[in-house]
């Protein structure tokens, strides 16, 4: 079956560390998102992709970096400079232009900083 | 720029009643416009999406919305409350872009 997989599911990172969120889709969609979600909030976009090899920031990309080396691919690095790195991770996929098609979202990584 | 308000953020029914979440956006384009469903430590789920093709979109589990432009809303209703229903709503534009614009989201509780 197609869809996205995001892994892990919890992740937990000392402070001061790098880590790195796993997204994988194999729905042949050429865009990716990463959304972070806090508690009571709605979802905020962090980076994009709209096809390999190009990526865009979103309204919160600070303390974040990402690759879209393939278009399966697109994992999401929260690195020390992210101040308060403690939310779910949602990564999506969608087909590119036109109206009409659906995104899909993966089941989300919880990361907390211990 | 777009943007979209969920007007309630938390809506409580009793089972079996009728739920109505309430949705308004603006947009520069003609919008597509989704329903997302969230359940605790969950993805988000679609819904039902509105395309232009028809004003009234038919979702799963029993959801519809209908899509005013008049009133730049997309109301999301169910005839009868389920426990099953007992999650996060997001009311979702997406313009020309392919880019996503998400509600606050409401939170439906269901009570017994």
């Known amino acids: 079956d197609g869809g996205i997989t995001q892994s892990p599911k919890y992740l937990f990172r000392k402070e001061g560390q790098n880590v790195t969120l796993s997204c994988e889709q194999n729905?042949?969609?050429?865009?990716m998102y990463w959304y972070r979600q806090d508690p009571g909030q709605g979802l905020r976009l962090i980076y994009y992709?709209?096809?390999?090899?190009?990526?865009q920031k979103g309204d919160i990309a600070e303390g974040y970096s990402v690759s879209r080396e393939k278009k399966e691919s697109f994992p999401l690095t929260v690195t020390s400079a992210q101040k308060n790195p403690t939310a779910f991770y949602l990564c999506?996929?969608?087909?590119?232009?036109?109206?009409?098609?659906?995104?899909?979202f993966g089941s989300g990584t919880r990361l907390t900083v211990v | 720029a777009q943007s979209v308000t969920q007007l309630d953020s938390h809506v409580s029914v009793s089972e079996g009643t009728p739920v109505l979440l309430r949705c308004n956006y603006s947009s520069s384009y003609s919008p597509s416009l989704f329903w997302y469903v969230q359940h605790p430590n969950k993805g988000l789920q679609l819904l039902l999406k509105?395309?232009?093709?028809?004003?009234l979109v038919k979702g799963i589990n029993g959801f519809e919305a209908e899509f005013k432009k008049s009133e730049t809303s997309f109301h999301l209703t169910k005839p009868s409350a389920h426990m099953s229903d007992a999650a996060e709503y997001f009311c979702?534009?997406?313009?020309?872009?392919?880019?996503?614009?998400f509600g606050g989201g409401t939170r439906l509780m269901v009570k017994p």
């Open positions: 992709s709209q096809i390999v090899n190009d990526f």
């Open positions: 999506a996929s969608g087909g590119a232009g036109g109206a009409g098609y659906g995104y899909t």
């Open positions: 979702v534009v997406r313009n020309a872009g392919n880019m996503l614009t």
């Open positions: 509105y395309t232009s093709a028809t004003t």
């Open positions: 729905l042949n969609h050429d865009a």
